[in-house]
């Protein structure tokens, strides 16, 4: 009688273990509260990276990629958001599906020689972070009028702070659509992308 409640206490706490185990599996592979429903398409743009080449977004179809919006001489978030995206890489090293893109909002100075530089600073890989530049006139309406997110200059021209600009995190599918803004400012906001980044791979996975 022991010997059989000795079993059927083990099977309940395997039972009751593997529940837990498949519960938090089902919980860990849903998406943020900031999760968006494919409405809004990210903009088409072929603008030069770090390497000199021409990029563009029919090379991101298929993949899911996170941009930012940044300039070399910025002494305000932009080094945080840069951090932001090495990390990002570390996490997905060689997933060939996961693309970074960073915009610059002063074109003018960041040049492909200036970025290269720049992306040499943050260890990027050049085959799965792109830093673009282009014409001014070009650039910013993919920002203003395709993200819908701010880049503009600071009448201030203070060093280091010459231009406004979005401080967010924009994740998109690999059917082009925009599916979360993050802001790279707040820590949490950070990993609600990271779980939303992993939500859209494995949906990849599947498919």
Known sequence: MKSFNWKLSLLIILSVAGLF????????????????SPVDKAPDFAFKDQTGQVFSSDQLRKKVWVSDFIFTRCQGQCPMLSQWFKGLQGQWKGNTDFKLVSFTVDPDYDSVAVFK?????????????HFLTGPKDQIYPVIQKGFHLTAEKD?????GFQFIHTTRLVLVDGNGMIRGMYDGQQVDEVEKLKKDIQYLLNLRTKS
Do not use: E, H
Request: charged residues 15%; hydrophobic residues 30%; proline residues 6%.
């Open 155 to 159: 009448a201030s021209g203070t060093p």
């Open 117 to 129: 530089s720049y992306a040499s600073d943050f260890q990027a890989d050049d085959s799965q972070w």
């Open 21 to 36: 185990f498949l519960g938090y599996r089902v919980w860990n592979n849903r998406p943020s509260n900031q999760f968006l």
